[in-house]
């Protein structure tokens, strides 16, 4: 059977008898992929004893670097008889060869099956192992992983133990349409295993946005959850070449290749047996998901309501005088109870009123949502419960940014909030004075969002304060709407990453490169954007954003490049990245000193003003930066004494804009 082309996924079925020669000689640049062969009724005698192999390459060039290569090749042999051969496969191995330019190489090893050990002959005996290879290229041992054989009878194994192993390796059974099915599962390569470890890492980033409240992580999420979508296209790609063809290549042969089937994209796992299988995991993402969000949002907005409840508590008490002595004690232990509970809320739960707490949870999972509900409408398995779950879920995720948008810059324009910049901290506040000052560089906003001036726009400053400021808190003044910038960006990548899940597993190859050509095309975009408009208002999230997709771009063109072990190793990298901001903010907020509790619990004095209404009124403090009304408001120590008189930040803002008035320019800062 000389071969001499290329043969694409093709069945061969063979009867010759009494024949000299070989099974299979292959001259020239031959490529064999998935390659099922079927050889039965075979009488084979080599014409020199001892001299060639049963699958035989003529060397009839030294020009060729590979003369024969096997990707994905099964063999089945019933009642074969062959004698004066040295092996069944010539000089075949898995690498390079240095010292001959006339080699077989295998990608993955080459499955043979038989029927039962006294099913062939070879040499008068058993065909077994021990007769599939032979040292080449100066190996000085056989490289046994280059070949799997097993055997129907399950009490007739002893032939497919294999020189140095101590177990048989049973990976077909039954005929050979059977084959893809029977064998068993390797080992994880080191790619799925870096795949994974990256949607892991990707998860942590999620929980602790969620957590912590972070609007900058919007920017970079939807980076790591798109490597993770191609990092899984190539995985697929991978399993499909490397899988022996079977009647029904074209379906995936395994739930690890299913779109939303990792916890980045689907923090629950879960998957609704009511649809097809392959889309099970991608309509559990969609419920999933938009309970996880509604839920965590809802749970922020409790929060919220507490702590302005206990505020409202302390407040009371420090203003009623008329409570008796004898009660004092009682009283003190209320609001000591108050404040710790209080504290310890705000620590651990994030405390974003509605309904920004919903846009602000919803945009770090709006990118896997829309690659699932893409992938229920595009998939050839899509059903009717898959489509609707899709329509509806999809299109709601995507109309919440679509509704902010309007009305930060429909309703609302021009925004009643301005930013200033912020304070330096004072150094008495910080635990370690130069690691302090590194991580208030870092992590500490530059600006912060006030009230603007004037009386007919307290009342949507206050609202828009309240309600609207911690979906575009992270971003620097005139950069509101860039919120939707993010938004666009996870939609469009969520929907190139779910078509190209979507597609048949026998394209799945040309959807890798497609598919990542356009991920790293939008995360180029995004490197550009955020090096041209620095929209972050917290130098590290900046950082992190140009960082990690700069390393996505370069993940991308590692996988177009056919290295996925580099490309996983790179995504790795950039979702570590992604935690370091939210790390070193977690520790700057424990390096500023909290007040003492005597002052957190007695203290009567009003010196804070509430900058969305501009009247007296006291905020908490027992947080900072965690509630979004007190967000864009400045708490410095100050020390009054009977010779120090010191104003409250919205009293010099008041007087800034007075002088600004008066004067016609502005004035960045007035002493007194």
């Not at 409790?302 to 508590?313: F, T």
């Not at 993010?486 to 026998?506: E, M, R, W, Y």
């Not at 905020?619 to 004494?641: M, N, Y």
């Amino acid at each position: 059977m000389p071969l001499d082309s290329h043969q694409p996924a093709t069945r061969f079925r063979a009867r010759f008898v009494k024949k000299k020669g070989s099974i299979l000689c292959a001259s020239g640049v031959v490529s064999l992929t998935n390659v099922a062969m079927h050889v039965h009724d075979i009488s084979f005698l080599n014409a020199v004893v001892g001299g060639s192999d049963a699958i035989l390459l003529a060397p009839t060039s030294n020009a060729f670097q590979s003369t024969l290569r096997l990707s994905n090749v099964s063999m089945r042999f019933t009642s074969l008889a062959s004698r004066g051969f040295r092996s069944l496969f010539a000089n075949i191995t898995g690498g390079t060869a240095r010292t001959s330019n006339n080699m077989m190489f295998t990608k993955g090893p080459v499955f043979v099956s038989l029927p039962s050990c006294s099913s062939n002959s070879w040499d008068g005996g058993a065909l077994s192992c021990a007769d599939m290879l032979r040292p080449v290229d100066g190996q000085r041992a056989v490289d046994w992983s280059l070949v799997r054989m097993s055997v129907d009878d399950p009490e007739d194994t002893w032939c497919a133990r294999c020189p140095g192993t101590t177990a048989s390796l049973t990976l077909i059974e039954g005929p050979i349409e059977t084959h893809s099915k029977a064998r068993p599962s390797l080992l994880p390569s080191q790619p799925t295993q870096l795949t994974r470890t990256t949607a892991a890492v990707t998860t942590a980033a999620l929980a602790l946005a969620m957590l912590t409240s972070s609007s900058g992580v919007a920017s970079v999420l939807p980076r790591l959850q798109g490597m993770v979508g191609y990092l899984k296209l190539a995985s697929r790609c991978a399993a499909q070449s490397e899988a022996p063809p079977t009647e029904g290549s074209h379906e995936d042969a395994s739930d690890s290749n299913y779109a939303a089937n990792d916890v980045s994209d689907n923090p629950f796992l879960l998957r609704l047996p009511s649809t097809e299988p392959s889309l099970a995991y991608a309509a559990g993402a969609l419920v999933g998901n938009t309970l996880l969000v509604i839920a965590v949002a809802v749970v922020s907005h409790l929060a919220h309501r507490w702590e302005r409840w206990a505020h409202q508590e302390l407040h009371n008490d420090e203003s009623s005088n008329a409570q008796p002595k004898k009660d004092e004690s009682a009283v003190y232990s209320r609001r000591l109870f108050l404040a710790t509970i209080s504290t310890t809320f705000c620590r651990v739960l994030p405390t974003t009123p509605l309904p920004a707490s919903l846009m602000q949870l919803q945009g770090l999972l709006l990118q896997p949502v829309v690659a699932a509900a893409v992938a229920c409408i595009a998939s050839s398995d899509r059903g009717v419960l898959s489509v609707m779950l899709a329509v509806v879920i999809g299109s709601a995720w995507i109309a919440v940014p679509c509704v902010f948008m309007w009305l930060l810059c429909v309703k609302y324009s021009p925004l009643p909030l301005i930013t200033i910049y912020s304070r330096r901290t004072n150094a008495q506040r910080m635990r370690w004075k130069r690691g302090g000052e590194a991580l208030e560089w870092l992590c500490a906003e530059r600006e912060e969002w006030v009230a603007a001036r004037g009386r007919a726009a307290k009342a949507a400053a206050r609202h828009v304060k309240l309600r609207l400021s911690a979906v575009f808190a992270g971003y620097r003044g005139g950069r509101h709407w860039y919120l939707g910038v993010d938004a666009f960006q996870s939609v469009l990548t969520g929907a190139i990453v779910g078509t190209a899940q979507s597609v048949d597993a026998a394209d799945a190859c040309s959807a890798v490169v497609w598919g990542t050509g356009c991920v790293g095309a939008m995360a180029t975009g995004t490197a550009v954007l955020c090096v041209v408009l620095q929209p972050h208002v917290v130098r590290f999230e900046l950082l992190a954003a140009v960082v990690v997709s700069l390393l996505a771009v370069l993940a991308a063109v590692l996988i177009l490049a056919d290295d996925v072990n580099g490309a996983a190793i790179v995504s790795l990298v950039a979702a570590a990245m992604e935690l370091l901001p939210l790390a070193a903010r977690l520790l700057w907020n424990a390096c500023l000193r909290s007040r003492k509790s005597d002052d957190l619990i007695g203290s009567n004095r009003k010196d804070d003003w509430d900058v969305n209404s501009g009247s007296l009124s006291q905020v908490s403090p027992l947080i900072f930066s965690s509630d979004v009304s007190a967000r864009g408001q400045r708490r410095e120590s100050k020390t009054l004494s009977a010779v120090t008189v010191a104003l409250s930040p919205s009293q010099e803002d008041a007087l800034i804009a007075l002088v600004e008035c008066i004067c016609g320019k502005s004035v960045s800062s007035l002493s007194i």
